[in-house]
């Protein structure tokens, strides 16, 4: 942000024991200011409020939170045969018939 090179802060960071604690806090108080500007800001529209409540409370408002990660293992070989894939593909699309024929066509 300030145009420092990543080599040269890490320099002074060795020079400097004390300089990484001083930064932390300054982006503290950074980001405490801010949380203050969008949440007077809210006063005006609310999107501002929605804003402050996702920075502060990221667990109960950030929308990734409620996200679930799933990962994948490769398998090597069939791991459904290909006539009860095809079953279960023609279950599927009998269903969604029926529910659109319920539903008067609009599904």
């Keep these: 942000m300030a ?10 960071r060795e020079q400097h024991p004390g300089l990484e604690e001083r930064m932390s806090e300054a982006r503290e108080i950074a980001r405490q200011k801010a949380l ?4 007077a800001a809210g006063g005006k529209d609310w999107r501002a409020h929605a804003e402050w409540l996702k920075l502060a409370f990221p667990a109960d408002y950030r929308g990734s939170a409620n996200k679930i990660e799933v990962s994948a ?12 894939r095809v079953r279960l593909i023609e279950r599927r699309d009998k269903a969604l018939l029926a ?4 539903s ?3 599904t």
Excluded: D, F, M
């Design 73 to 84: 293992i490769a398998v090597s070989g069939t791991v459904l045969p290909e006539a009860e």
């Design 104 to 106: 008067g066509g609009t």
């Design 3 to 12: 145009g420092i090179g990543v080599t040269t802060l890490s320099e002074w």
């Design 99 to 102: 529910l659109a024929s319920k």
């Design 36 to 39: 203050r500007s969008i949440q």
